[in-house]
């Protein structure tokens, strides 16, 4: 069965639901050793497509198809390396959220009818500049707090002056169980997103606190 797309915003996408949650402008290593996702990804490269990375509501990675959320983020493949025996690393880099409208499951792997909702890629929104740079001052002491209490813990050596892409990249980097960070990737607005974003990021920012004051003394 074909899936029929209706408008510009929508197109029909593999779907590879994982135990992860994925913000536009992150990059995920996979490896992939299922038949049923070796076929989708040589799918991809034959066509150059991409593919929908959606966190799993129901099930397991492995085994029967799992069921996944609503919303997910749309991957290119940036790098594949090949087994003899067909297993695959790849490496993806998210770029578009979508909702899934409709899915196929006529197929070894599922096939979804999504609609596109918003690109990493996209012009910077002026009227979100306030709350940006609100978000990127407590954002900037959480990366910094968090490198006092992890000695592992790496900041990046820039932050995006974009406001959206701002936004996705501390979706990416919230220490927060996944079932939140899928809530924050299924907000509406990038304004909700920013200001949910600051609310947990001054929350976090109190523990982290906290606990180098407990480590010190």
Request: proline fraction near 6%.
């Amino acid at each position: 069965m074909e899936l029929e797309t209706n408008s510009i915003n929508e197109k029909e996408l593999p779907i590879f639901p994982l135990n992860v949650v994925l913000f536009p402008g992150g990059y995920l290593p996979l490896h992939v050793f299922e038949q049923r996702y070796r076929e989708m990804i040589k799918h991809c490269i034959r066509d150059e497509s991409s593919f929908g990375v959606v966190m799993i509501k129901e099930g397991e990675e492995t085994g029967n198809s799992a069921i996944p959320c609503k919303i997910g983020t749309e991957v290119d493949l940036v790098d594949v390396n090949r087994f003899p025996d067909g297993r695959m690393n790849i490496m993806t880099s998210g770029h578009s959220r979508f909702e899934i409208l409709e899915v196929n499951e006529d197929m070894p792997y599922l096939v979804a009818r999504v609609r596109i909702l918003d690109s990493f890629e996209a012009d910077a929104d002026p009227n979100l500049a306030d709350v940006a740079a609100e978000t990127l001052e407590v954002y900037k002491e959480y990366e910094t707090l968090s490198s006092f209490l992890m000695f592992s813990w790496q900041p990046p050596d820039e932050n995006p002056e974009h406001p959206q892409q701002l936004a996705y990249q501390i979706g990416s980097r919230l220490r927060l169980p996944l079932k939140e960070k899928q809530e924050l990737l299924e907000l509406e607005s990038f304004d909700q997103l920013l200001r949910k974003e600051i609310k947990i990021l001054k929350h976090l920012n109190q523990q982290i606190a906290f606990q180098l004051t407990a480590r010190n003394n």
